[in-house]
Every structure is written in structure tokens, then in C-alpha cells.
């Protein structure tokens, strides 16, 4: 198949997926294996690591505006009553912190389970039943800290620990966990998703950050970091490159957009239901079309 065709398909997966909750390391893993891409060539894995780029830069775009006014109301908040510990930027931060701590940790078992198809299947299905229960009690209980001005620390912290689950189990949704989380420590609806989304992008740079700095650069001097296979790159492969950026941007764009608004008003049934489909086609018949 073209290269070129097959960078449109997985930017558009990437751009579906990465804010959705349903796991975007799911969907990449899937659609290399029915493209019969070779998951342990350095190159696709560079570029499974760049297209992510353009689904954090369509975020940061779309809530460039939100963050301006954070950076502006900085330390006392748009109400007066914050400080430089329990602001918005620094409930980010903090909860940035309590995911990076533990998934640096932990390196080694993300490893282990990156390419599994039985933990990606159970992550799919644990993760689609919590989502669907957690939202369904935040129905009927819609009470709560409605605005991301009046989080506490203890939230922050809650979320940021159980967004470490999707690093350490591929098919948890970073957006899943950190919304769940969110509900379940107080925030309503709304307010977890903002929260989500916030996090998101400090913790997106990091982590492509990082990959990024193992894939291209090879730090054999650094222990626990294996050296992958040189990379080699030509013009067809930089084009291929900037096409899964440029689309997963563009697709990313739009859905971000769509899936907030249409969790405001109908909540996250449908993709908890989506989520549980998957993992029930993963279990049953996954190894037939994908393999392990």
C-alpha cells in the first residue's frame, strides 16, 4: 500500500482518538497491525510519536484562549481567592507531576505491555464498565466543584494518579481515566473534562518529548533506555512524516471541539459502549486479523 495513503489513515486515527476516550494507543496499534507495519521499526515509531504533536498542537489552539486567561489571573485567580498552590496553572502542574513520577517509574512494565493485545483488549473493557458506571452516578449526582477556579490540591493530585494508568496499561484512555477520576473525586462533568483536557497537553509534551529523545537520539549512556535501530530518513519519508502531522492536526481540530460539546449534553455512554464492543471484537477475534 502507499506510504503516503497509509500516513493519511493514521493521522486520522490519531486525530479521532488521542482526545477521546478510547484509547488512541489502541487504535495505532491496531491500524499498524492491519496495515502490516512493522511495529519495531524505528522509523514507524517515530512517526506513532510526531503525529502526536498534531493532535497537542490542535489542543493548545483551541485552548490557547482559556490558558491566556490563567496566565493573566495568575497567582489570585479570576475570583481573588487563589493562591500560587491552588491556581489552575498550578493544579495542572501538580497533577502533571503525580502522573510523571510514578510512569518514569514504572518505564519498564509500560514497555512490557505497550504491544500486548490482551492487556490493550482488558484495559479496553475494565476502562469502558468504569466510565460507563462513574457517569452514569455523576448523573444523578451532578453536585459538585463546578469550575476548574475552585479544584483543590487534593483533586489535582487524585487525577494526576490515575492518568498513570494509561501510561502504564495501553488501551486505558489518558482522557477516560482523568475524566473518571475527575467525577469521582467531586468535579461535575464539565469540569472534569476541562481539567482533562489541561492536563493533557503538559503531559502529551512530555511524554512525546521523551519518546522522542529515545527513538531519534539513542541515549545508550542513560540506564533503563535501550538504543533502538539507527533511523534513516530520505524525502519520501519527511513527506510521509509531515502528512500524518498535518492530518492528525486537522482531524484533532475538529473533534475536540465535537467532543465537548456532545459529552456536555449527552455524557460518555456512547463511547463507554464502544469501548466494551472493541474489547469484546479484541478478545474474540483479534488474534485472527491483528495477531498478539
Known sequence: MNTYFISVILGIV???????????????????????????????????????????????????????EFIRTF??????????????????????????????????????????????ATALLVGGIVMWVVDAWTVRHERGVADVEQMSIWQAI????????????????RSMSTIAAGQICGLTRSTALEFSFLISIPTMIAATGYDLFKEVLHPKH???????????MNQERWIVLIIGFVVSFIVALGVVEWFLS?????????????????????FTAGKHFIGN
Open 14 to 68: 490519531e486525530g479521532l482518538t488521542e482526545f477521546l476516550p478510547v484509547s488512541s494507543t489502541a487504535h495505532l496499534r491496531i491500524a499498524e497491525a492491519i496495515l502490516h507495519l512493522d511495529l519495531h521499526d524505528a522509523y514507524w515509531k517515530m512517526y506513532t510519536i510526531v503525529i502526536q504533536l498534531g493532535a497537542i498542537l490542535a489542543l493548545c489552539l483551541l485552548f490557547m484562549g482559556r490558558i491566556v
Open 75 to 120: 497567582p489570585t485567580g479570576e475570583s481573588g481567592d487563589r493562591n500560587a498552590f491552588n491556581h489552575p496553572l498550578s493544579l495542572t502542574m501538580i497533577a502533571f507531576f503525580f502522573t510523571a513520577a510514578p510512569s518514569l517509574v514504572l518505564t519498564k512494565l509500560v514497555s512490557k505491555n505497550l504491544e500486548s493485545l490482551t492487556v490493550m
Open 158 to 173: 487524585f487525577v494526576g494518579l490515575c492518568q498513570t494508568f494509561s501510561a502504564v496499561f495501553p488501551g486505558t484512555s
Open 222 to 232: 542513560i540506564p533503563g533506555l535501550e538504543a533502538a535501530a539507527p533511523l534513516i
Open 262 to 282: 456532545w459529552v456536555r449534553k449527552h455524557g460518555l455512554v456512547l463511547f463507554a459502549v464502544y469501548r466494551i464492543a472493541l474489547a469484546i471484537f479484541l
